[in-house]
Nanobody, 116 residues
């Protein structure tokens, strides 16, 4: 199993940047596919970005070119750099870890609010 703790959320103006971090503990981090999901009020949780064990990334179309996911296996961390933020990026952001057996683990979430 793996435990996940997110940090870095907050309030930012449109066009601004935030960096989310997710610290993992409790298991061999490098074997997990890591992802960031978000859930806006009244909407379903959606995939934002994910990164495989080999470093391959994929992004939701709405964030491509603005967000960058990265991982540091030695530090057991995954990050999401978010640039050119828009009000529609406002949501609770969740860190996710998917094991080779397709078990999913979630962090507690961190609020990102984009507003002037």
């Amino acid at each position: 199993q793996v435990q996940l703790v997110e940090s870095g959320g907050g309030l930012v103006q449109p066009g601004g940047s935030l960096r989310l971090s997710c610290a993992a503990s409790g298991s061999i981090f490098s074997i997990y596919v890591m992802g960031w999901y978000r859930q806006a009020t009244g909407k379903q949780r959606e995939l934002v970005a994910r990164i495989t064990t080999g470093g391959t990334t994929n992004y939701a179309g709405s964030v491509k070119g603005r967000f960058t996911i990265s991982r540091d296996n030695a530090k057991k961390m995954v990050s999401l750099q978010m640039n050119s933020l828009k009000p529609e990026d406002t949501a609770v952001y969740y860190c996710n870890a998917e094991s080779p057996l397709l078990n999913n683990y979630w962090g507690q979430g961190t609020q990102v609010t984009v507003s002037s």
